[in-house]
């Protein structure tokens, strides 16, 4: 006979958490493969598509609880757990898998291949072993979601770093919640601690979703890979420092310095704004501004990467703080403004704050 067979209020109360993770994980799954299918930077190592992938786990495994503790005969209810299980550990081999090609660590796939192994162990054993199985699945997966924070976070600034914090905590109280939802916890410390791990689980999936759909950087891993010159470039048209992070990019500085100016003045003419322009696409390429006192940091990139703005925003800040005195006694001389390259390499650093 199933668990919760028999009417009460802890079994409504576990239904109705069980059915939500299984409703709004499809739902968050489903949002985000049809966010990747529009992307036009689709990629098989997107993001999104590894953390629809979990999503789409979680649904089936919530769902096969639901059937294995409410609606099943005991012929089929430790097929029910076992699919349950085994869903949320495929759904973890994939989501391995895309974040250690994503990644650019050296993990040799150890974490997608732990899982693969507990999997597979998994289908052969005995309904006492599942609960511990399961904890294993969770640590390897752990282990590569806090590889990715890590590095997600070192690699971002602004917003893109806020909402990866945000990911993280809601990970945090979903694991805390799943590991409650346990058999264990519910023999040993009661149903009361059974349905708060529920609640964790549905309360941190639901923020974990969330911050993923409002996450404006999820593509933007590879923002290194995009940027190929940047430029400080004085009020007067003056081209106050250059630095390229592509050589193989040939471009004539002064007369692109120069080019930029004219643009930025005709647009802010044209729209009467003081503030000039933010972004503008130009062939392949995309051109990010920044505005300071005086002067403008302008990036040219090969996508216009809301990592790459926060990053511009950044360094023209850093530039006022170093160089603001020589920008307003600007006499011809412009060499002083070499020493900026230190600061354009450690703002541009994946490992920059």
Same mark, same amino acid.
């Given at each position: 006979?199933?668990?919760?067979?028999?009417?009460?209020?802890?079994?409504?109360?576990?239904?109705?958490?069980?059915?939500?993770?299984?409703?709004?994980?499809?739902?968050?799954?489903?949002?985000?493969?049809?966010?990747?299918?529009?992307?036009?930077?689709?990629?098989?190592?997107?993001?999104?598509?590894?953390?629809?992938?979990?999503?789409?786990?979680?649904?089936?495994?919530?769902?096969?609880?639901?059937?294995?503790?409410?609606?099943?005969?005991?012929?089929?209810?430790?097929?029910?757990?076992?699919?349950?299980?085994?869903?949320?550990?495929?759904?973890?081999?994939?989501?391995?898998?895309?974040?250690?090609?994503?990644?650019?660590?050296?993990?040799?796939? /150890?974490?997608?291949?732990?899982?693969?192994?507990?999997?597979?162990?998994?289908?052969?054993?005995?309904?006492?072993?599942?609960?511990?199985?399961?904890?294993?699945?969770?640590?390897?997966?752990?282990?590569?979601?806090?590889? +990715?924070?890590?590095?997600?976070?070192?690699?971002?600034?602004? /917003?893109?770093?806020?909402?990866?914090?945000?990911?993280?905590?809601?990970?945090?109280?979903?694991?805390?919640? +799943?590991?409650?939802?346990?058999?264990?916890?519910?023999?040993?410390?009661?149903?009361?601690?059974?349905?708060?791990?529920?609640?964790?689980?549905?309360?941190?999936?639901?923020?974990?979703?969330?911050?993923?759909?409002?996450?404006?950087?999820?593509?933007?891993?590879?923002?290194?890979?995009?940027?190929?010159?940047?430029?400080?470039?004085?009020?007067?048209?003056?081209?106050?420092?250059?630095?390229?992070?592509?050589?193989?990019?040939?471009?004539?500085?002064?007369?692109?310095?120069?080019?930029?100016?004219? /643009?930025?003045?005709?647009?802010?003419?044209?729209?009467?704004?003081?503030?000039?322009?933010?972004?503008?696409?130009?062939?392949?390429?995309?051109?990010?501004?920044?505005?300071?006192?005086?002067?403008?940091?302008?990036?040219?990139?090969?996508?216009?990467?809301?990592?790459?703005?926060?990053?511009?925003?950044?360094?023209?800040?850093?530039?006022?703080?170093?160089?603001?005195?020589?920008?307003?006694?600007?006499?011809?001389?412009?060499?002083?403004?070499?020493?900026?390259?230190?600061?354009?390499?450690?703002?541009?650093?994946?490992?920059?704050?």
């Amino acid at each position: 006979m199933p668990p919760f067979g028999v009417p009460s209020l802890v079994r409504d109360a576990v239904l109705v958490l069980d059915s939500a993770v299984v409703l709004y994980t499809l739902l968050f799954a489903i949002t985000l493969v049809y966010e990747w299918l529009k992307s036009p930077l689709r990629k098989p190592t997107d993001v999104r598509l590894a953390w629809s992938v979990f999503m789409f786990g979680m649904a089936c495994n919530s769902f096969s609880f639901i059937m294995s503790d409410f609606y099943s005969t005991p012929d089929f209810y430790l097929l029910w757990v076992k699919t349950g299980y085994l869903s949320i550990m495929i759904a973890l081999i994939g989501f391995s898998l895309a974040l250690e090609r994503i990644l650019p660590y050296h993990t040799h796939h /150890v974490f997608s291949a732990g899982q693969t192994i507990v999997a597979a162990v998994t289908v052969l054993a005995p309904r006492e072993m599942l609960t511990a199985l399961a904890f294993a699945a969770s640590i390897v997966a752990f282990g590569i979601l806090a590889l +990715f924070c890590i590095f997600f976070v070192r690699s971002t600034t602004g /917003v893109v770093r806020s909402s990866m914090r945000i990911i993280l905590a809601g990970f945090l109280v979903g694991y805390t919640g +799943f590991l409650g939802r346990s058999d264990f916890i519910y023999d040993n410390l009661g149903p009361q601690v059974y349905i708060l791990g529920g609640l964790f689980l549905a309360g941190g999936l639901l923020v974990l979703g969330t911050a993923i759909l409002g996450s404006p950087a999820l593509d933007e891993l590879d923002w290194t890979d995009q940027m190929l010159e940047l430029y400080v470039i004085h009020a007067s048209g003056i081209l106050l420092f250059h630095h390229k992070f592509v050589s193989a990019v040939d471009m004539d500085e002064t007369l692109t310095a120069a080019g930029i100016a004219g /643009v930025q003045e005709l647009f802010k003419e044209i729209t009467q704004s003081k503030t000039g322009l933010n972004n503008l696409s130009i062939g392949n390429f995309d051109i990010l501004f920044a505005q300071g006192p005086g002067f403008t940091s302008v990036l040219i990139a090969n996508q216009p990467y809301r990592v790459l703005l926060e990053k511009v925003k950044d360094f023209s800040d850093k530039f006022q703080l170093v160089f603001g005195k020589a920008i307003q006694n600007l006499g011809g001389e412009v060499s002083q403004f070499e020493a900026a390259d230190a600061l354009a390499k450690a703002v541009f650093s994946p490992g920059s704050k």
